[in-house]
């Protein structure tokens, strides 16, 4: 087995519209793989369309695999705060819905306190005006979403003949 694959870890976040959020983590240093898709709620293999009715509860979500030598978990949570609004609920600039809620969806019981702790801190040291609203749940089954949304940002604005 390779020694660097061996060492990976999953995460998976919710911070709006999953194409932005795709491409930010995308060009972390140390994130290896992302894939874009939906988590959260309770309609099984949902597609784009089923989830921006708002009616199967998930979230449009990033699920990415990270080397921890590379970048560590609390590393990419700095990023996820700073990449977006965790003090709208179901909400990120224009789009509204419990698809584009602010989530952590923890891996392990060691990312459920990462993930707690620095919820904490940016709540107690003042980093944001309101209160965040960021939930932090177990990570559920994980759907694919559709081809055309993985890498969406960077197909859109590669040099023609190199997407992705």
């Not at 509204?96 to 060691?110: K, L, P």
């Not at 459920?112 to 980093?127: L, M, N, Q, V």
């Amino acid at each position: 087995m390779n020694d660097s694959a061996s060492t990976l870890q999953t995460a998976t976040i919710a911070a709006g519209c999953f194409w932005g959020v795709e491409e930010t983590f995308r060009n972390v240093p140390g994130v290896k793989w992302t894939q874009v898709g939906f988590t959260g709620g309770t309609t099984d293999n949902p597609s784009y369309k089923d989830v921006c009715s708002g009616r199967t509860g998930h979230a449009e979500a990033v699920q990415f695999t990270f080397d921890p030598r590379e970048v560590s978990y609390e590393q990419l949570l700095d990023v996820f705060w700073n990449s977006h609004n965790p003090t709208t609920r179901n909400r990120q600039g224009w789009d509204v819905g419990s698809q584009y809620r602010s989530a952590i969806f923890f891996h392990t019981t060691e990312q459920e306190a990462i993930a707690t702790r620095s919820k904490g801190a940016r709540e107690g040291k003042g980093f944001f005006a309101r209160k965040i609203v960021t939930e932090i749940v177990p990570v559920g089954p994980f759907y694919r979403a559709e081809e055309y949304h993985q890498q969406y940002i960077a197909k859109r604005h590669a040099p023609a003949g190199r997407a992705g």
